[in-house]
Each structure stands twice: as C-alpha cells, then as structure tokens.
C-alpha cells in the first residue's frame, strides 16, 4: 500500500480496509482451527467438548485460542498500517477525493475502535463471505448464509487485552455511542449486550458505500439527529392498549408502501406509542420531532434537514406548527419533503381544526381516542403483571372506573409502585402511597 498515493475514489479506499479485516479475520479463523483441534485432542466425550469453555484455561493445551492472546502476526505491522492509512486519507482529502468512512469519523468524533466496528458491520453489506467468516468464529460451524458480527466478537477480534475490551464496551453503551443514534442496532433475539448482533442503519451503508460519498451528509445528519430524537423503545402490537379495531386499522396501514399519517387526539390519547408500534411492525428506526420543544426560529432548519437526511419513520409531534394557518415555515418546502421523501411520516396533533384542509387532504387522519374504562382495566393489568397483593377484581375495576387517567399516568403510577417497593412484594399500600404521591385522589380501601 504505497503511502504517497492517494485513494482513486471510496471504493479504492474501502477495498484496502476490507483486506486488512478480512486478514485479521483469518489470522482469528487459523486459532480457532488450532482451539477447536486443541479441544479436539483432550475431550473425552461430549460432555467434554460442551464444558471446553471452562476447563481449556486449566488444561495445559499448547495452542491458545484466538480471543485469549491477541494474534501477534497482525499485532506488529498495525501501526506502520495505520500511519499509512492516515498518510493516504490526508492526501485524498487535499486532493478533494471524499472518503466515507474517514470523514464518518472525523464528523461523528468516533474512536479508531468504533471506526474499525463500523467496518466490521458493513462488510457484510459488500461480500457474503465475511458473514460467514464472523458465523464460524462465533459458532465453529460453517453456514453458506453468514452472520452479523456479535459485540463479542468484535471486542475479541479488535481489541488487544481486556483494558481495551472494556474502555470499547464503555464507548459501545455510553451516550452519544453508534447505538444511542442508531447508527449501529442491536438485532433482537440476544439477551445480553455480548451475544447481540450488531446491523449498520440502511442510510449509513448507502453513505458509506457510495462512489463519491457527500463529505456534508454525517454533519447534517447529525444536526438532524440532535433535533429528531431516536426512539429506542418497541411495542408490539399486543402491547398497545387500543379498541381492537383500531388496532387491526393499523396494522393495515403499516402494509402500506409510504405511510402519510395524521394521528389525531388530546394529551392523554397513546399517540406516541402507536407511532412506536407501527415502527416496530416495520422495524425500522423511529425518530421523533416535538416541534413544541423547538424554537420557532428552527423550525425551517428542522424541515430542511429532514430533506436532506434518510429518515425510514418520522413521528411530527406538535404538527400543527406546520400544519396550521399560522406556519412560518415554507409551504413549498413542506410539500417537497412530504411528495417525495421514502420515509413513512406521521403527524400528530391534538384536533383535526389545528390542520389547514389541503394538508389535511394529503394526509390519513386517524383518531387514537383516550382509553375508556375497558381499556383502562387492561392498562392497569399491563402496569402489575404480576398483581398486587390485596387488590382483587373488583378494587381493579372501580379503580378503572374511577379515576379517567390516560395510558401514560397508568404506567408512571406503575413505576413509582415498583420503586416504593424495591425487592419486596407489591402491595396495595405501595400502590396507595404511588397515587397519593402523583396526585391521584382515590382510596383503595
């Protein structure tokens, strides 16, 4: 790799960090060969073989494996690479030669660790083989189709010692990590962070792997992503306490190619978790904009940036400040975005008079009621899955009855409970001492 030559374009550039991967992936595919014929050689029977994880540190097993001692062949020359590296992206940067990844991390301030796993989750997007790469080094078993690469692996695989693992799991899920933006995403199915799968977001393997990368798109990503909030929680549509046949509605909308909402209900309706569940049936990112945390002077930034940022699901919180007779915002502007982004947007406010009829007619308008007593019965059920100790069926059905909370005063009452309980039982004097604390006037005995 010569180092006064610079990159041709980014894909010149991404051939050259893939074939260091791929060969520091080898390098850990040739110690797991020689682990697997280590425990191969010592086991007795396959009790033997399942246990190898613990007893390997103890028998005295000439080949270590992989993830035990760094592999000192790609050890050595990893700084002259790096120096190299650097030396060529300076000159491809003076030459106005735009290279994705390098300016991903200049933008986002990222560590070489995150840069190197941002590697790491786009290699399969390029070729299968490293997919399955990553599955025998995570299984010892060969599969056509491959894998994502585990947080394991990749502390295992990046990093030298344990210091190194444990400063790159702080960065992994601490704030303003690839996974508190979703950059990167955890895929479900794992139950602890180790054993998660780890996905690069569509738009950033779109950005990365372009010819001709814009060298402005992270930074106005950002910008957006600082005011579009990333929603991390998912609800199924089990989850979500709504009359059956709205629920079956929108699951039907979510079938839908380019959805163009307008949920419409007051402060105590779920509107923000429809939006979630909706989401999560098309998992995909949601982000969230609540335009009535936003000064009004930013709101046509706002705009501008949802234009120029991919987006898979918008929820507009407030969107009567744009929908309304009164926006300052460009109508023109507005009407680009709503006709031609791929993103699935939805708009919530709290009546359907807020919105000026031609947006409305542009737009599915869905009412999401506030919870009657029925469903307020189902929500309380859902805060105290578990029960609580002395409160039968028919306190639980007065309580609904009595006090019209929405979804939201349900489950914070549910958190407290759960806090004044701590390890002990739930009981109906937790639940008690919860309404009193929040202001909810009712006596359970």
């Given amino acids: 790799m010569g180092s006064g030559i610079p990159f041709a374009n980014n894909w010149v550039y991404l051939e050259t960090e893939l074939n260091w991967l791929e060969r520091l ?31 390997l540190g103890l028998v005295a097993v000439k080949n270590r494996a992989y993830d035990d001692t760094a592999p000192k062949s790609v050890e050595r020359p990893a700084l002259g690479y790096q120096k190299t590296l650097d030396k060529r992206i300076l000159l491809s940067r003076a030459k106005q030669i735009s290279l994705g990844l390098p300016t991903m991390q200049m933008a986002l301030g990222l560590s070489l660790f995150e840069k190197k796993l941002v590697l790491m989750a786009l290699a399969p997007e390029v070729q299968v083989r490293y997919g399955r790469l990553y599955h025998y080094l995570q299984t010892g078993a060969h599969c056509t189709g491959g894998a994502l690469p585990t947080v394991d692996l990749a502390l295992r695989v990046l990093c030298r010692n344990d210091a190194e693992r444990r400063r790159a799991r702080m960065q992994l899920s601490g704030e303003n990590s690839l ?127 949802l234009n120029q940022t991919k987006y898979p699901i918008v929820l507009i919180k407030a969107a009567h400040h744009w929908l309304g007779r009164h926006s300052t915002v460009e109508s023109a502007v507005l009407q680009h975005w709503l006709t031609h982004s791929p993103a699935h947007i939805v708009f919530a406010v709290p009546y359907r008079h807020l919105v000026r009829r031609n947006w409305r007619q542009q737009l599915t308008p869905i009412d999401i009621p506030k919870p009657d007593a029925e469903l307020r019965l189902q929500l309380w059920q859902q805060a105290f899955p578990e029960g609580v100790k002395a409160m039968g069926k028919v306190r639980w059905r007065s309580l609904a009855q009595g006090l019209e909370l929405s979804s939201q005063q349900i489950r914070a009452i549910g958190d407290v409970t759960q806090t004044l309980a701590g390890s002990e039982e739930i009981t109906i004097d937790h639940l008690q001492q919860a309404l009193n604390q929040l202001g909810q006037v009712w006596k359970l005995r």
């Fill in 179 to 305: 996974l508190q933006h979703r950059i990167l995403r955890c895929v479900e199915g794992a139950s602890t962070l180790l054993g998660s799968q780890l996905q690069l977001a569509p738009e950033w393997v779109d950005y990365l792997l372009a010819e001709h990368p814009d060298p402005g798109w992270p930074l106005r990503f950002m910008a957006a992503d600082r005011l579009a909030q990333p929603c991390v929680e998912r609800v199924a549509w089990s989850e979500l306490v709504v009359a059956a046949g709205l629920r079956q509605r929108l699951q039907g909308m979510a079938e839908q190619s380019r959805l163009r909402l307008l949920l419409l209900g007051d402060a105590g309706a779920d509107k923000d978790r429809v939006a979630i569940a909706l989401a999560t049936q098309l998992n995909h990112p949601l982000h969230i904009l609540d335009l009535a945390q936003i000064a009004s002077p930013d709101w046509s930034t706002c705009l501008t940036e």
């Fill in 25 to 55: 992936l080898l390098v850990a595919v040739s110690q797991q060969r020689k682990n697997l014929k280590s425990v191969a050689q010592v086991a007795k029977n396959p009790s033997d073989k399942a246990t190898s994880d613990w007893w």
